[in-house]
């Protein structure tokens, strides 16, 4: 068997049903849960001599909203972390107002800035 770099398949829901696949490997997959369906593709693709790590990204209108609003989270925390940090606040400070952790403060402190696309 190959072990071949990681696989990322993305599954979308089809009624009761998870399903994906892994083109370049001729191998698709289906289960009733995620995990089962992760299971269904690793068997698939050990049929055809591959073993690697699998990642599913589910797909669907919903998710695609949730992890958009997910990063505008992300870029408004960090916002917020960098302000409040230029104006002196304590990484205790900067927890407490923004709900976050401090080790997560610290971590957004620590991360260099990078410019968000405009849109």
């Given at each position: 068997?190959?072990?071949?770099?990681?696989i990322?398949?993305r599954?979308?829901?089809?009624a009761?049903?998870?399903v994906a696949?892994?083109?370049?490997?001729?191998?698709?997959?289906h289960?009733?849960?995620?995990?089962?369906?992760?299971?269904?593709?690793?068997?698939g693709?050990a049929?055809v001599g591959?073993?690697?790590e699998?990642?599913l990204?589910?797909?669907?209108p919903?998710?695609?909203?949730?992890?958009?609003?997910?990063?505008?989270?992300?870029a408004?925390?960090?916002?917020?972390?960098?302000?409040?940090?230029?104006h002196?606040?304590?990484?205790?400070d900067?927890a407490?107002?923004?709900?976050?952790t401090t080790a997560?403060v610290?971590?957004?402190?620590?991360?260099?800035?990078?410019r968000?696309?405009?849109?």
């Open positions: 068997m190959k072990k071949a770099k990681a990322e398949s599954a979308t829901r089809h009761d049903t998870w696949s892994v083109p370049q490997h001729g191998v698709y997959g289960g009733r849960t995620l995990r089962a369906l992760h299971s269904n593709l690793a068997q693709l049929l591959v073993t690697t699998i990642t990204v589910p797909i669907s919903e998710l695609e909203r949730l992890r958009r609003a997910e990063a505008a989270y992300e408004a925390l960090a916002d917020a972390v960098t302000t409040l940090t230029a002196g606040g304590t990484p205790r900067i407490d107002a923004t709900g976050v997560r610290a971590a957004l402190r620590s991360k260099p800035k990078t968000r696309p405009r849109k």
